[in-house]
């Protein structure tokens, strides 16, 4: 029998999907950087449908690539050439919220705006969220060990996870869903499998944690001459404000572009260097508080030219737009090389002066627009113009190499930087991983070529 027969034999002929016009948009990322080929699609429905896929793709010796949301900006999960594409949409239940503990069980393939939803009304809230919401999925976020917006108060995706559920190369289930605060009996498997990008597990289900609803939400948009400026106010904000959620950069050449793609009104008058967006979000309104302190920080970061604030829901909607529309902006201008690095603070201000210069000069006359998470020196990277991604990426990963910078924030290493990986980790690291990949998936099953180069 083939592959094919036996997965429909196993999940279901419906949910085997072959057809060039279905399978094709599981075969490409939406920034169209990564393209490959599927030999099927598959859907399966819970944990057991994973394991049967699992064990006939291992006998098959056939290569399985999960896909959630496919928002992934390293193409971790676009197949290259016949491998099957596993899809996760079907697992999308969201079991009971257990209020107490401010835990919920989800199914891999729930989007971050499903979990949203079922959890707001009941006074809880998740700690990660970002621009692509609608279609990232849980199991992807863990995957990916996503950041976003909100880890200058809630951290990563891996400090919301409390257990999860997941199915091993050769199929074998492994659930650590029923976490205990506290649980020492060894391996830390839950962590191990967070942030692995598909390469050891294929994620099925994840206990995550939630927080209460900060219902009050205040967003001001900050204009400055400096990106030092930036880095100034945003360092007198965070002892003052408690209430601090979110602090987000972007530039004058990204506003730029992100007003022309949108036609949205300039937001505030005149142009300006920096932009800080931040966000306060607290159980009473913290619009004082976060008028107050920007008086102060006023006076005190000179560079700080201009604030506009966001009070009501629309208001903050629109402010944020600025920031989150920077994505499909940058995407509407061709297709970018797109890097996602941290870099300490005491290199960020030299750090966003000098990128456009390194990737100038792999590139000549390319177009690099800088946004991003400022609290955790995570800076977007996209260079527009140039077809040379690998010369670009070079070039800007050695140089944040060099100032002890991690070339993967938040995004994976993926596809597209196995290449680079030695810049942010050392020999032994990289052997260690290995060791742990082989162990689990000896046939080289899940996801080949992510990570590591093979
Ligand atoms: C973001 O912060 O908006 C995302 O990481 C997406 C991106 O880098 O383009
Ligand atoms: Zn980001």
């Keep these: 029998m083939t592959l094919e027969a036996d997965l429909s034999d196993a999940i279901g002929e419906r949910h085997v999907l072959i057809d060039p016009s279905v399978t094709a948009s599981y075969e490409s990322d939406w920034t169209r950087r990564f393209v490959g080929h599927a030999r099927c699609v598959v859907r399966p429905g819970d944990i057991r ?7 006939l793709c291992s006998r098959h010796g056939v290569a399985v690539v999960t896909q959630g949301g496919n928002t992934g900006l390293v193409g971790g999960s676009v197949p290259r050439g016949g491998e099957v594409v596993l899809s996760t949409s079907r697992m999308g239940d969201i079991g009971p919220v257990d209020v107490v503990t401010g835990q919920v069980t989800v199914g891999a393939g729930v989007t971050l705006t499903a979990l949203q939803q079922a959890i707001r009304p009941l006074g809880l809230d998740f700690g990660v969220d970002f621009a692509a919401r609608d279609s990232a999925t849980i199991g992807g976020l863990v ?44 391996y830390d498997l839950v962590g191990l499998l967070t942030g692995s990008e598909g390469t050891l597990a294929v994620i099925t289900a994840v206990r995550v944690r939630l927080w209460p609803l900060l219902a009050h939400r205040t967003v001001a948009l900050l204009a400055l001459e400096t990106t030092g400026a930036a880095l100034e106010a945003l360092a007198e904000l965070k002892p003052r404000l408690g209430s601090l959620e979110a602090a987000e950069l972007f530039l004058a050449d990204g506003l730029a572009l992100v007003r022309d793609h949108t036609g949205l009104p300039a937001p505030m008058a005149g142009e300006h260097v920096a932009y800080l967006l931040v966000e306060c979000a607290d159980r009473v309104d913290p619009s004082e508080a976060l008028l107050e302190a920007l008086g102060e920080v006023s006076t005190l970061v000179p560079g700080l030219v201009d604030i506009v604030v966001g009070e009501d829901a629309r208001s903050r909607r629109d402010l944020w737009r600025y920031r989150e529309a920077h994505t499909e902006s940058i995407n509407a201008n061709g297709v970018p090389v797109k890097l996602d690095v941290a870099i300490p603070h005491s290199q960020l201000e030299r750090a966003l002066e000098e990128l456009p210069g390194i990737a100038a000069a792999a590139a000549p006359g390319a177009r690099t627009i800088i946004f991003g998470h400022l609290n955790e020196g995570n800076l977007h990277v996209n260079v527009l113009g140039t077809s040379d991604h690998q ?5 800007v990963l050695r140089y944040v190499a060099s100032l002890h ?46 990570i590591f180069k093979d």
């Excluded at 449908?49 to 064990?55: A, M, N, R």
């Excluded at 930087?417 to 290995?434: F, G, N, P, V």
């Design 49 to 55: 449908d994973v394991g049967s896929v699992l064990q």
């Design 143 to 186: 995957s990916t060990n996503a950041g976003g917006e909100r880890v200058l108060r809630y951290g990563t995706m891996r400090q919301q996870v409390v257990g999860l559920e997941a199915v091993l190369a050769d199929g074998s289930p492994l659930s650590r869903l029923e976490a205990l605060p506290k649980e020492n009996t060894g």
């Design 391 to 395: 010369g670009v990426s070079e070039a």
């Design 405 to 450: 910078g991690s070339i993967s924030a938040e995004h994976g290493i993926g596809r597209a930087k196995t290449q680079w990986l030695s810049l942010s980790r050392s020999a032994t690291e990289i052997a260690a991983m290995r060791s742990i990949k082989t162990a689990l998936d000896p046939g080289q099953v899940l996801n080949p070529g992510v």
